[in-house]
Every structure is written in C-alpha cells, then in structure tokens.
C-alpha cells in the first residue's frame, strides 16, 4: 500500500509593515528568519521605513533570488554588513551618544546631558561637511537592488519630503541604496539625501510605516505588523534622557497610531452596515496581526539603537525568533480568517 505524502502546509497571502527602529530592527530579523522557516506566509507586498525598510529590501532581494532560504541568507548577510561596518555610527550614533563607551553614572549627569546637548547644537553640514556614511556600504554589499526591483513582492519604502514637508513612498522600480539611506537619515546625524532635487529625511517622522498603500493596490487583506518602539510604558519618565527616550517614541509611533485609528473607524463601519463590502465602491475589511517585543525592548535605551555589536544584535535576533515562535503557535491559524489583535484595545487605548 502506497504511503500518501504529507500534505504541503497551506501558505497564506499577507502584506509585512515593518517599523524603524536602528539596530533594533535586528529584532525584525529575528521575527524574519523564523518566519522564512516555517514557509506558512506567502509574502506579496511590504511596506516600510528606516530600518525596517533595509530588512524588507533584504528579504525581498532573497527572496526573489533564492526563496525562503535566500530571504534569510539576506538579511543574515544584511546584520553580518551592519556588524562589520565600524560599529557605532551605521544608524549615526557618535561617542557621544555611545552607552557603551559611558559608565551609566556619567550618562545621567547633568554635565554629560550639557555636553551632549552642546553636541546636538551642531548641524551634520557642520561636522561631518564630507557627508560620510557607512550605511551605504552596508546597503550596497548586503542588497540586491536589482532583485528588488524586479521582484513581483509590491515594496514602499516611505520617506520625509524636507521642502514639501510630506511622506513620499518609494515603489520596487525605484528602489537604490539612496532611497534606503534616505528613509533612515535623522537629521540631525546625517545631511538629508537628495533625490530628484528633493531633500529627504528619515520616513518614520511621517510614515512609520505607512499603512495606506496597502488599502489601495491590489494586497492581501492581512497585515502583519512588526513594530519596535512601545505604545504603552507604565510610568512617565522623570530623568532628562528617560524623557527624550519616551519622546523620541512618542514622535516615531504617531503616524502609525493615526493610520490604526483610521482603520479601526472603518473597520467599525463596515461591521455596522454603513460602508459597502461589495460593489465597485466598496471597502476592504482588513485582518490586522501583530509581532512585538515584550517589555524588554522598551526596557533599552535610545541609545541601544545605535549599538551594533555582533552579541548585541544576535540577542535581538533570538529574540525574535522566540516571538515569532509563540506566533505562529498561537495566531497564524487567523489568517485569512479574523484579525488575531484588538487594534483599539492593544494600539488606541
């Protein structure tokens, strides 16, 4: 009697929102490569911003050349550039900004907080006047733009128009390592890139990520987000770099929370009959998923996003490993079916 062949685990169709977040994007590469293994998703569209948008082009180049296992031979690749690349300035951290080059003690003193504001004071065309970026290098060994380009998965990668003052997204034909450098240039650090006479700076100030290109083109109607700043911390900050900190999230976590609120409204109207399912004029119900970090990740320091040691990152990555993990045991079974999150209970309460 002839033995039947394990069936072929079912894949489902799902659009990736990858958030920035420096070297804590390492957690999304986690997330990633336990997600490539297991082969359950069917990736078809991403959106993205900063690092999370270096990840998405990573995966997307892999993915197109090589598969699931070329996906996560990228992005491997992609940490292993940003590890051997000279350390701490890959997401425009200085030794000034450098917390492991401080004592804590001396961090939180009042003449380390002057010095460090002082520092702040100076604009990149002034201490960097050669615009040097080590990211570039990394994009360029670790990415295949071409694959990107080509590739069938939709990728938008979102940055900030300075001038007009908006979000731009970039699309798979236009995607360079100028365009990633782009999403990722905190101003403050780094001189806005330039592309097409239009100054850039990082994508999260106005899109992190954007979340509207997905209700439009022709995407699953699940989204899985992976987010790496807190929404939610259990006590305000009263120490000077507690309060940037939780700032600093605050500003990157607003265009994301606007555009969940949007979606949970509509969402709501669907459900109530008012907006149409079906029909040239109808709306998309849209299944929301969530990988995120525990409460560790919030526990880091802004500063720790500039930390780019190799242990530093492979602790990120095991981490999330062990959330897409608990994941795929718990949620994957919703796609395609119901959202496995409560957008206003988890996001907007």
Not at 1 to 29: D, I
Not at 324 to 331: G, I, M, N, P, Q
Request: hydrophobic share 45%.
């Amino acid at each position: 009697m002839l033995k039947r062949k394990p069936a072929t685990p079912k894949r489902h169709p799902v659009s990736l929102a990858l958030q920035g977040g420096g070297s804590h994007g390492a957690f999304q590469w986690g997330v990633l490569d336990r997600l490539l293994e297991d082969d359950r998703l069917d990736i078809r569209a991403v959106t993205a911003s900063s690092a999370g948008a270096m990840n998405a082009a990573a995966l997307i180049s892999g993915l197109h050349t090589g598969g699931a296992e070329g996906g996560r031979s990228q992005l491997d690749l992609l940490w292993r550039e940003v590890n051997r690349s000279g350390g701490r300035n890959v997401f425009g951290d200085s030794s000034i900004w450098s917390a492991a080059m401080t004592p804590g003690w001396l961090k939180d003193s009042s003449l380390w907080r002057s010095a460090e504001t002082a520092a702040m004071s100076m604009s990149p065309y002034q201490f960097n006047p050669f615009n040097l970026n080590p990211l570039k290098r990394v994009l360029d060994n670790a990415i295949d733009f071409e694959a990107v380009r080509a590739s069938p998965i939709k990728l938008f990668v979102a940055a900030t128009a300075v001038k007009q003052g908006r979000a731009r997204l970039f699309e798979n034909p236009e995607i360079t390592d100028q365009v990633l450098l782009a999403s990722a240039c905190l101003p403050h650090l780094f001189q806005a890139v330039e592309i097409d006479g239009e100054p850039y700076w990082d994508g999260g100030y106005l899109a992190n990520p954007a979340l509207w290109p997905l209700f439009y083109a022709d995407t699953p109607d699940d989204i899985l987000l992976l987010p790496l700043n807190p929404f939610v911390r259990e006590e305000a900050p009263r120490v000077a770099g507690d309060i940037m900190d939780r700032l600093n999230e605050i500003v990157f976590n607003a265009p994301l929370v606007a555009e969940l609120r949007a979606v949970a409204f509509v969402q709501d109207m669907i459900e109530d009959g008012r907006l149409k399912r079906t029909g040239e004029d109808r709306y998309r119900s849209l299944m929301l998923h969530a990988i995120e970090p525990g409460p560790w990740l919030g526990a880091l320091s802004l500063s720790s996003k500039f930390n780019t040691e190799w242990t530093f990152l492979n602790d990120l990555k095991a981490r999330g490993r062990e959330a897409a993990e608990e994941w795929l045991e718990h949620c994957i079974d919703h796609v395609g079916e119901r959202s496995s999150i409560d957008i206003k209970a988890r996001f907007l309460a």
